[in-house]
């Protein structure tokens, strides 16, 4: 079954750069949608970036991007999130999913499209 690890969270100060991994087993890795969303304390989850994995194609929320790279390796099955010049907004619970579907630039910031999630990883910026 599909599983996704995520790893790289930790404290940074502001104007640091973190990079984040998810690790990927269970199908191919090829050909697959793949997200980095994250959640601050009491607040809704929300998409930061997306990847197709069959192609390249990324998408990025409006206040991460050119601050924020999405990436693959496809000889570790890994999907990054370079996160640099951080702010205490960034500060969340971050998670790497997986779609069953292609995502469009309209939905893929949604979190029902979304079928496997990992476990998150604590990013805390101050």
Known sequence: HVQLVESGGE???A????????????????NQFMAWFRQPVGKEREGVAAIY???GSTYY????????T??????????YLQMNSLKPE???MYYCARSNRYCS????????????WGQGTQVTVS
């Open 53 to 55: 994995t069959g192609g």
């Open 90 to 92: 960034d500060t969340a």
């Open 70 to 79: 999405i990436s693959q390796d496809n000889a570790k099955n890994t999907v």
């Open 105 to 116: 630039g309209s939905n893929w910031y949604t979190w029902a499209q979304y079928n496997y």
């Open 15 to 30: 104007g640091g750069s973190l990079r984040l991994s998810c690790s990927y087993s269970g199908s191919t890795f090829n």
């Open 61 to 68: 929320r409006s206040s991460v991007k050119g601050r924020f």
């Open 11 to 13: 404290s940074v100060q």
